[in-house]
Structure formats: structure tokens, C-alpha cells
């Protein structure tokens, strides 16, 4: 398989992520067909769920979090925050972990926090935990810091990162507007039965597949924070259901009962799906993160989107970057990369008051 390039099939990939076509209902909806959405930008994952959703606001999504539990972060692929659904942590999280414990600790000893010290602080985030329900990061900042364990800096971030990633905890509720840490037992209950790892490695790449397809080997080992070898095993174990396709790339092949439409949950594809009408996407976007090359949507303007780790909020028109945004004041201002057609600038506006209500909390005036 080759890694996607300037000919990757872009509108396919932009139907799988729910840009065009029939719109998601929840937010469990999105994460379920993302499978996972970057998040150590909670207003990027919250556009992300708008710009594939129908009738939500930000309230909507994080009362999928506080509310019906439906959806939680944690820190999982390549070592980042992301949103998934309830239901598909308990396998996504032992699948893509075990990579991330050596740089967590060689992050704690940067940081002043040695093996002790380290083990105390996940021992005090889980008994406060335990005894006090959902805390912020502030809040077990202080408790760690009571008993005599350095959580200046980026200490305490790793110590959170610790004790995600021996299953612990997650980000569940938003209390007061902050995003509070939780007891996975005591939030998401009971665990299923494990799922063994080749099984695990077979759905990740569906999932990856229904969200992202088409797409290589690399695409799905970069997204998912894996060994390359670990990806072909699942697309191996998944050959029975993908596409015949001339380009190299990997998709799902449409099944008996898919609905006739560019997009399906199922996340089998029409041949020549439409391109999403000009929509505003957020900072860590995810069509920039899921396949080894941003430059299908980027072009040229890669550096003014993407420059020293960040992200930034872009416009996309007929599948390509065509600005960025901000919003100073709660306004969306627009700084396309040259003019846009008065028909693209006049669509831009209207999502932009759409963005607007959405963060406000505000329902659709078209619900």
C-alpha cells in the first residue's frame, strides 16, 4: 500500500469522516465513526462533533460527558487526548498504551518526579478520587502536591498521564466548565471481557477504515501510534471485507443492507460521493491528523495551518484549506489565503454564525 498524496482520493475521505452526507445525531454518533477525536483542545473536539452533526451545541457534547457517559477522554493514540465512545475504551485502551509507558517515564524524570515519587502520586489520585468523586486537574494538583510530590510544570500532567494509562482513570464530567478526572470503575462500571489482541487489531482497522478510507497501512499505523507490522495484521485480518481497489489504498467494501447513500454508519462509500459545502473546522482538526500526508487538504498552505505542533482553525471549500479563523470576542474573522468567490465568502459567513450559536450553547434556529 502507498501513503495518500496529492491524487488521495479526497472526497471518499471526507464522506468517512462525516463531512458530506447525511449527518451524525450525537455525539457518540461522531466518535463512533471517528472512532477517536484529538482533544487536548476541548473547543477543537467540540467543532469537530459540530462540523458532522446536525442540531447540537457544545452543551450537547459535554452532556454526552457529564450526563448519559456516553463518551469520555483519555489519553490513548500517540500518546494524546482523544474522545471515544464509552463502549470502545476498554479495548482501544489496552490496544494502543503499552507503547506510551517508556516516554511517560523518561517525561516524569525530565520533569523532577522519580519511580517513588511517581507511584505515590498515582496512589493519592486514586484515593482522592476515590473518596471525593470527579476532580479537576487543579484540584489534584493540590492533593499531590500535599503529600510531597513535585507537580510543578508539566509534572503533574505526567502523573495524570500515569494513571490513564494503567486504566485508573479517565476525563469524564465537566464540572464548573473544567473538565474533571474520574475513577474508570467507578464511571464507566464494570469492564467487558477482554478483547484479545489480533481481534482488537482487526477492528481498529474497520474503524479506522469506516472513518477514514481510503487510506494505507501507514496512514493507520501513524494514526493509531502503532508498528507498521501491527497495522497490517489488522487490515490483514479484514482483507474478507475491503474493496478491490487499483490504487493501492484500503476501504471497505459496501455490504449486503448498506443504506444507498454517500455515507453509512456501515462506512462503505458511494463511488463519487459530493465535496462538503464551505464549512469552518477547529484547531486539530481531525481530516489533518488520520492519514501520514495533510497535503490533499492543505495544498501549498500547509505552514500558515500547521507550524510547531498546533493546529490551527481552518476553512475548507470543495475539500481544500482556503483560510483561517479565529475568534476574538466570540466573532469568527476569516483570513482566506486570497479572495473568495462571493458565493464561498457568503457560505463561510453563514457557518461562521453557525459556529458561533453552537459554542454558545444556543439550539439550531433550523430545529
Given at each position: 500500500m502507498t501513503a495518500g498524496g496529492s491524487s488521495a482520493p479526497v472526497a471518499l475521505r471526507l464522506a468517512a469522516q462525516l463531512l458530506s452526507g447525511t449527518p451524525a445525531g450525537a455525539t457518540a454518533e461522531v466518535a463512533g465513526r471517528l472512532l477517536a477525536i484529538q482533544a487536548q483542545d476541548p473547543r477543537g473536539a467540540r467543532l469537530a462533533v459540530r462540523a458532522r452533526s446536525h442540531g447540537l451545541s457544545a452543551a450537547?457534547?459535554?452532556?454526552?460527558?457529564?450526563?448519559?457517559?456516553?463518551?469520555?477522554?483519555?489519553w490513548l493514540n500517540r500518546g494524546t487526548l482523544h474522545l471515544v465512545r464509552a463502549e470502545d475504551y476498554w479495548w482501544l485502551h489496552p490496544l494502543t498504551t503499552p507503547p506510551l509507558f517508556t516516554g511517560n517515564a523518561r517525561r516524569l524524570a525530565q520533569e523532577g518526579v522519580p519511580p517513588q515519587d511517581a507511584e505515590r502520586g498515582v496512589a493519592v489520585i486514586e484515593r482522592s478520587l476515590e473518596a471525593e468523586g470527579p476532580l479537576t486537574r487543579a484540584q489534584l494538583s493540590e492533593r499531590i502536591a500535599a503529600a510531597g510530590v513535585r507537580t510543578q510544570g508539566q509534572a503533574i500532567v505526567h502523573q495524570l498521564v500515569l494513571a490513564s494509562l494503567r486504566g485508573i482513570t479517565v476525563r469524564g464530567p465537566m464540572v464548573r466548565r473544567e473538565h474533571a478526572y474520574v475513577l474508570v470503575r467507578d464511571w464507566l462500571g464494570t469492564p467487558p471481557a477482554p478483547v484479545g489482541r489480533d481481534r482488537a487489531l482487526a477492528e481498529l482497522a474497520a474503524r479506522y477504515l469506516a472513518g477514514h478510507g481510503p487510506a494505507s497501512d501507514r496512514d493507520l499505523a501513524q494514526w493509531a501510534g502503532l508498528p507498521l507490522g501491527d497495522a497490517r495484521r489488522g487490515l490483514a485480518a479484514i482483507a474478507h471485507r475491503l474493496a478491490d481497489r487499483d490504487d493501492g489504498l484500503a476501504s471497505l467494501a459496501?455490504?449486503?443492507?448498506?443504506?444507498?447513500?454517500?455515507?453509512?454508519?456501515?462506512?462503505?462509500?458511494?463511488?463519487?460521493?459530493?465535496?462538503?459545502?464551505?464549512?469552518?473546522?477547529?484547531?486539530?482538526?481531525?481530516?489533518?491528523?488520520?492519514?501520514?500526508?495533510?497535503?490533499?487538504?492543505?495544498?501549498?498552505?500547509?505552514?500558515?495551518?500547521?507550524?510547531?505542533?498546533?493546529?490551527?482553525?481552518?476553512?475548507?471549500?470543495?475539500?481544500?484549506?482556503?483560510?483561517t479563523w479565529t475568534m476574538p470576542g466570540g466573532k469568527v474573522t476569516l483570513a482566506p489565503f486570497e479572495p473568495l468567490p462571493p458565493a464561498d465568502a457568503a457560505a463561510l459567513a453563514a457557518d461562521a454564525a453557525e459556529v458561533e450559536r453552537f459554542l454558545s450553547g444556543r439550539a439550531s434556529q433550523a430545529d
Open positions: 450537547d457534547v459535554d452532556g454526552a460527558l457529564t450526563g448519559d457517559r456516553s463518551v469520555v477522554v483519555t459496501a455490504q449486503p443492507g448498506d443504506a444507498a447513500q454517500p455515507s453509512n454508519p456501515a462506512g462503505a462509500w458511494h463511488p463519487d460521493p459530493p465535496l462538503p459545502p464551505p464549512r469552518l473546522l477547529g484547531a486539530f482538526e481531525p481530516v489533518l491528523l488520520g492519514w501520514s500526508s495533510r497535503e490533499p487538504i492543505l495544498g501549498p498552505h500547509g505552514r500558515l495551518v500547521v507550524a510547531g505542533g498546533m493546529f490551527r482553525p481552518f476553512a475548507l471549500v470543495r475539500g481544500r484549506a482556503v483560510g
